[in-house]
């Protein structure tokens, strides 16, 4: 069964169409995005359409005229199971249609367990991006010491967390490759938006959110807060840069030798 849904669900997304008014998709699962937004977008156009004509035609039809009396209904048990099950059905279905394209971004089960891990911290009003370094493993965190300096709250020495690469501002990951983005807030909620990605997640303070990322073309992408967050919110911009793997290799070595934030 859940097999066969995948099928019918990657069918689905892989004749989805790109257009030419929103930023080339350029993550794995944008295509499946944009097809989910057209297809609910027409769904709400056709129901806004019928709706108001049969608006135009009820009043139409039923204005006041000379000797009509109005009458009293009770109401239509056919009528409104009808109009219960045709949203009901049609909720069913664009869950079931987007299922693979929701597995690919947030089902952790179905992504390489070798997948480049990036820590994201938002705060007011900056991003802050973590890597694990040559060592594999992030430092030790802890919350009571963040400051303006110490950003991430960082346990100095801690042995895992001194080959760690910190940036601001400027993400990179290397082109075709899944990555595993961990998001969290330092303050209040604001959201990592990345269009060309169609990817758009809420950082929500107290809680770490785990998504996954494909870039399926090297280029340099805007990623903005998409949450109104305080008064320097139009300021909270990056980069998010997409490399081939060897670029990106040497970008991160830089990173580490031109010490950290
Ligand atoms: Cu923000």
Redesign the pocket.
């Known amino acids: 069964m859940n097999s066969l849904l995948t099928k019918f669900t990657l069918g689905f997304s892989a004749t989805a169409v790109s257009f030419p008014w929103l930023p080339e998709q350029s993550s794995t699962y944008a295509p499946g995005i944009d097809g989910l937004f057209y297809l609910i977008l027409g769904i709400s156009l056709f129901f806004i359409v019928l709706v108001h004509v049969l608006i135009v035609v009820f009043v139409w039809r039923y204005r006041q005229r000379q000797g009509r009396r109005a009458f009293y209904t009770s109401g239509n048990r056919r009528l409104e199971a009808l109009w219960f099950s045709i949203p009901a059905v049609i909720l069913v279905v664009l869950v079931i249609l987007s299922q693979s394209t929701w597995s690919r971004i947030k089902t952790a089960a179905v992504w390489p367990a070798e997948a480049l891990t990036v820590e994201v911290l938002?705060?007011?009003?900056a991003w802050n991006f973590r890597y694990a370094g040559p060592d594999g493993k992030f430092g030790a965190l802890d919350p009571a010491l963040m400051d303006p300096y110490n950003p991430w709250g960082r346990v100095e020495d801690d042995p895992d967390g001194a080959d760690d690469v910190m940036t601001i501002n400027t993400m990179a990951i290397p082109v075709n490759e899944p990555v595993r983005v961990l998001l969290r807030?330092k303050d209040?909620?604001?959201?990592f938006f990345l269009p060309d990605f169609r990817y758009k997640h809420d950082?929500v303070p107290g809680m770490t959110m785990e998504f996954h990322l494909e870039a399926t073309r090297p280029g340099d992408f805007p990623l903005a807060?998409?949450?109104?967050?305080?008064l320097?919110?139009y300021r909270?911009k990056g980069t998010l840069h997409v490399m081939p793997r060897a670029e990106f290799d040497a970008w991160l070595t830089e990173q580490a030798e031109e010490g950290q934030p």
């Open positions: 938002a705060e007011q009003y807030s209040v909620i604001h959201s950082a807060c998409a949450e109104f967050c305080g320097g919110h909270m």
